[in-house]
Every structure is written in C-alpha cells, then in structure tokens.
C-alpha cells in the first residue's frame, strides 16, 4: 500500500505491475517500471528523453558555470544550449583619465538572468563566428569549392556627366594626391575621372570580367591605379570558412596595399566609395554599423569616409527623427550617433546601369526601378564616439536596447525599461529628464545616448542589464 502510494506520487499515476528483471549477479530482485518504460528501468527511447539526457549530461560536463545571482522577481533560466548573456563592462583602475583594466562579466552556457515572463530562444553573438584565411592563395587566384562568384545584381555609374560632379563634390579645388578606395568600379567611368583630377584610385573589384580593363588603365597613370580582386562589402565575413578572394579580411588587403593604421582621434587615412548592393543593402549598412562600433574591419585603420549611392527611401530612413515618426527606427539612430552624414548629390536610376556575364550593359527592367533616386551620401565616423561610456566593448548593449525599444515604437520608454535594466524605471526617467509618458519615437538619438550612458554609469545596483532573446543577429 506504501510503495503504491510512493509510485503515484512521483509517477502521477497508478503503480504498474510489478516484474522481475534479470540482473547480471544474483539474488534477483522485482524492479517496479513505469507504464511504457523497458524492464530494467530504462526509459522509452523517445526523441524528448534523448534530448534531456543531452542536456543532463551537458550540465555534468560544463566546466564554466557560474552562479548567478538574481534580484528579487527574477529567475534563473537553465537551458541547455550555450548562451550569450549580455554582460556589464567593469572597469577598474582610479585614474582621472578614465583608464584602468576592462573585464566584461558574463554568465558562460545555461545560467542566464533574464525576466520570468520573457520567453528563451536561439540567438548567436557576433563573437562567435571566426574567418579563417587560406594562406597559400593569392589574390589572382580562387577556389569554386569554397567560394561561388553568385551573379549579383550590382550597379555601375554609367555616365561620365555623373562621375564628373562626384569628382567635383568630392574633391573641390585640391590637387593634391588624395587616396580613394573605389568599390566595384565596374566599367571605370568614375575610376578615369578620379584619375584625371590627380587623384589615386585603389579600385576593388569583385567581378572578373572588368579586371583586364582596369588593369590596361593603371598602365597608363604611372602607378596611381591599383587593381584588386576585392569585394569591399564582403570584408571580414563573420561565417566560419576559409576565405579566398573576391572575399577576404581587412587585414589582408590592408597588408597588401601597405595601409598601416591610424589613431581614432586623427582625421581619415582614406575616402571609400561605393553603391551599396541593391538585394542586400539594409544588410550591408548593419555590417558596416557593426564593424564601426566595434573599430573592427576597415575602422581599425582609423575613421574611414564612407561615400556610397544608397536609395531615398533608406537615406530617408537613416536621417531620420521623431518628426518623421514613420521612417525612424534604431538604424536612423545608429547612424546618426556614430556618423557625421551629409547628403552630397542626387541622382535618377538612369544614369546607372548593371552589366551581364559577357561584360555588356543590361537593360533595366523594372519601371519601378528608373524612377527611384540615388542618394549620395558621405558617412564621416564623429572623432569624440568613443570618449564617453559608450566604447567598442559594450556597443553589443547599445544595439540590444535600441532594438528591443524599436519593437514596438508607440509604446512608453517606461514599458521598455522593466525588461531592460533591473534598476528603478522611474529613477531612470528622472536622470535622463524625461516624463512617465515619453514614448520612444519622441527621443531623439542623443536621448538614448544620454539613457545608455545613465544606466551604464549607474553604481548602486549590482545589475545594470538584462538578458534576453530579441537581438537579431546580422551574419553577412
């Protein structure tokens, strides 16, 4: 009567029948089993139960747990997959300049502390994905196996009026040697006009069939054109692989081309210019974020100006503010934080052109597509990005906030705070001096900037963030 007792109170149902199993050594003795389960007590060998003995014995394995402390109303989440916990940047040291030892804390594989009523889900870290190089290819060459030259549609100036005013804009009345970085030249319309007013061109090209022509031109400037089997837009994949060109790291062209790094505070060791891809153009400018905030990629050169062709609606986007509620989102503050931007010219889609496989120009063929404007636009990295509490160590936690605040745009800032920082929503407001009813598209860029750097600087709470799963992950 007992042991029926026991049995429904850890298997929620009534004691099975009970059956002798043989055991290896005698004497032998009845094991009870649960309804379904093998005799011997083992379990069913179900999907679910294989998957918790995975995490089980992942638990027993895991030589890097941590505890994790949480504060009140809060629980710990153990999951049994690795995580990535949105950590706090500790500094320690008491220099008046600011300086000491940087230490992030971080709660390693299944301790996460994150809200009760927030679900868990898969999210991966920009951390974690490496590029490994191949060190016996060299730049002429490349390998189909690892890389495909997939036929992406990229735009080219096709009209010389529009490569002179670019010169123009770009370079007024200098005559001295400026350096460009020219991305996909294509044909080389503005590449020529570049070198016309002096200037000297490092062309990256990522479609073979213009390399043998931009090659016969540098011929003919005294080595002011260099040619590279480069696609700019594709510098330092964050997918594991071994690269070969037109896909490579920064490090490697930089060290080709002999561009050694500059200091942040200096002004910019080259200008780039470009038309961002047209299929992957919102994805390009989150690379380029992720690259700049982290001085990652060409911003470990120093503060690279960036000029490229982008398209209206997303130059509208990304100078943006809560007076144009329906086109400002976390992008338009990103870029205006970090960015200097200045819109330098317009231009209608005829004046650019695609070109095929056989090296001939392409016909356009939507309608849609000739009557949309190109932007140019000039991205200057601000000098002063880095001097306060925002630094390339917790920029992941920047773009975390933003992006959960942007979610849901109508809401009050007040809302977003409880699943943001444990600390008092109220005390924040108040600090940053803002009312209960700010929503987020009433502040304006520095606002968050001013909100990021209250909760980051705040000192009588041992939790300054929270984790959970609404960063999007940007793998280019």
């Known amino acids: 009567m007992a042991a029926d007792q026991l049995s429904l109170s850890l298997l929620g149902s009534p004691a099975a029948r009970v059956e002798e199993t043989p055991l290896a050594f005698p004497p032998r003795l009845p094991l009870r089993t649960p309804p379904g389960w093998l005799a011997g007590g083992r379990p069913p060998a179900t999907a679910e139960h294989r998957a918790r003995l995975a995490r089980e014995e992942a638990q027993r394995t895991d030589d890097h747990r941590v505890r994790v402390q949480t504060p009140p109303g809060w629980s710990v989440s153990l999951l049994g997959r690795p995580l990535t916990v949105l950590g706090r940047l500790r500094r320690y040291g008491n220099g008046s300049d600011g300086k000491g030892k940087m230490e992030r804390s971080f709660a390693l594989k299944s301790g996460a502390v994150r809200r009760m009523d927030v679900p868990a889900g898969n999210r991966r870290g920009l951390s974690d994905y490496y590029p490994h190089l191949m060190p016996s290819v060299g730049f002429g060459k490349s390998s189909s196996r690892v890389y495909r030259c997939r036929s992406e549609t990229k735009r080219y100036i096709t009209s010389p009026r529009v490569a002179e005013t670019l010169v123009r804009i770009l370079r007024g009345k200098r005559k001295s040697c400026q350096l460009f970085l020219e991305c996909n030249p294509g044909p080389g319309i503005l590449t020529r006009a570049l070198l016309e007013s002096g200037a000297k061109v490092i062309a990256l090209e990522s479609d073979k069939t213009f390399i043998p022509q931009l090659k016969s031109l540098g011929k003919k400037v005294n080595g002011r054109l260099e040619v590279v089997y480069c696609d700019f837009f594709k510098l330092d994949p964050r997918s594991r692989g071994i690269l070969t060109p037109p896909i490579m790291t920064s490090d490697m062209l930089f060290q080709y081309l002999g561009i050694e790094a500059q200091p942040w505070s200096k002004g910019a060791p080259l200008k780039a210019i470009g038309i961002l891809p047209p299929k992957n153009e919102r994805n390009a400018l989150w690379k380029l974020l992720h690259d700049l905030y982290s001085c990652t990629s060409v911003y470990k050169y120093g503060r690279v100006e960036l000029n490229l062709f982008i398209t209206e609606k997303e130059c509208r986007k990304i100078m943006a503010n809560p007076q144009n509620p329906g086109l400002y989102q976390a992008l338009s503050v990103l870029c205006q934080i ?119 600087c705040y000192k009588d709470d041992n939790y300054k963030w929270l984790y959970d799963d609404f960063m999007e992950d940007v793998i280019i």
Request: aromatic share 10%; with cysteine.
């Open 338 to 456: 970090a960015c200097g931007i200045k819109l330098l010219h317009t231009e209608s889609c005829l004046s650019f052109g695609t070109y095929t496989a056989n090296g001939q120009l392409a016909k356009q063929k939507h309608r849609e597509s000739l009557e949309q404007n190109l932007c140019f636009i000039q991205l200057t990295p601000h000098k002063d990005l880095f001097t306060g509490t925002l630094t390339p160590f917790n920029y992941d936690v920047f773009f975390h906030m933003l992006r959960q605040c942007f979610m849901k745009r109508g809401a009050k800032l007040i809302d977003h705070l409880h699943s943001l920082s444990p600390i008092d929503a109220m005390h924040i407001l108040k600090q940053i001096k803002k009312n209960k009813d700010v929503k987020v598209i009433d502040m304006y860029p520095e606002d968050f900037q001013h909100l990021f750097e209250t909760i980051e």
